[in-house]
């Protein structure tokens, strides 16, 4: 009897990287189209790709948005939206660059985003702000369960930063960022 | 470090049923059974994490003897309390994925008694700054080690710990 093992982890050491598949209650937002964005390749590769993508998707989303914010914004305030949209676009062409090296294609940019809240002041701005970064944490969710160790990292870390973006927004802390609660 | 008392807890459940059959010893049942992997990693972030809720249990209460009155002092036991439930949550939830043995289910694991705080807010502040920040650092080298599910729940604590810096700098803004 000693020989069985002294605990497991929920949620098993397999499976799908995808937030649905969190059992034991970590939550995650509703699963995501099954898009891999290239044809072929192994289930890990198609996962990987999807995660990619999808991250992309909300950093193309970001750097639409940051333009937004900084119209409405002026002095210390548009230079630290100015910078964000930077990190962004940054963030974006690292992805765009990961999703080709994978032999697939990124997704396209939209030519506009619906954005989640109006914006007519600085208010709104900082508001949206946050929405966006909120929006890029959770992006990075399924990327941070991928095989490939790199793209763990990539993806806790861009995790922290968009949302030490937000708290510096105003975002309210939660203690699941990109989780469901 | 909580592996000795894991390891303990286990013998001694262990010896405690052999006695009760009138066996041998513990020898008598092979060597004790070594956690996976995935496991270790789950049992290094429950003991980080419940470090830090004594760490901030810590704070809060020394917050509490030394900090003086008024609006500033208010906002930092605020946040102080606020960032300690968070932290409580991330522990909640990381032991939620531990899967235990029944008789083991209920222990606890021992990370150590936190550091000694300096005597001041800002100093107390400034500690907690760079606890969350090894924190975060170390969840996100660690996740690389950890199942799926659980490297992405590892993934989100570490963007609150890195968030919980902003939030302390803040509340201890003149």
Known sequence: MMAARRGSVAGGSGGSPSRASTAGGSGGSPSRASTAGGSGGSPSRASTVAALQTALAAEQAASYGYGVVGAHLTGTAFSIASADCVLHERARDALTRLITSLGATPRAAAAAYKLPIGVSSAADAARLAVDLEVEVVASYVDLAAVPDPRLRTLAAKNMQNAYVRAARWGAKSRPFPGLAP | ?174
Do not use: N
């Open chain 2, 1 to 174: 470090m909580a592996e000795p008392t894991r390891r303990l807890m286990l013998a001694v459940a262990a010896a405690g049923s052999l006695g009760l059959a009138g066996c041998k010893g513990i020898a008598a049942l092979g060597p004790l059974p070594k956690p996976s992997p995935d496991v270790r990693t789950l049992e290094h972030a429950i003991a980080a994490e419940e470090l830090m809720v004594a760490t901030y249990r810590a704070a809060a209460g020394q917050l509490a003897a030394t900090a003086s009155a008024g609006v500033k002092g208010q906002r930092l036991s605020a946040a102080v309390s606020a960032i300690q439930a968070e932290h409580q949550a991330h522990l909640t939830r990381l032991r939620a994925r531990l899967v235990l043995p029944p008789r083991l289910a209920h222990t606890k694991f021992l990370a150590g008694r936190p550091s000694p705080l300096p005597a001041d807010s800002q100093g107390i502040i400034g500690a907690l700054v760079a606890d969350e920040r090894a924190a975060a650092a170390r969840l996100t080298s660690e996740l690389l080690h950890a199942p799926p599910a659980l490297a992405q729940l590892m993934a989100s604590i570490a963007a609150s710990e890195a968030a919980h810096v902003i939030y302390l700098r803040r509340a201890g803004s003149p």
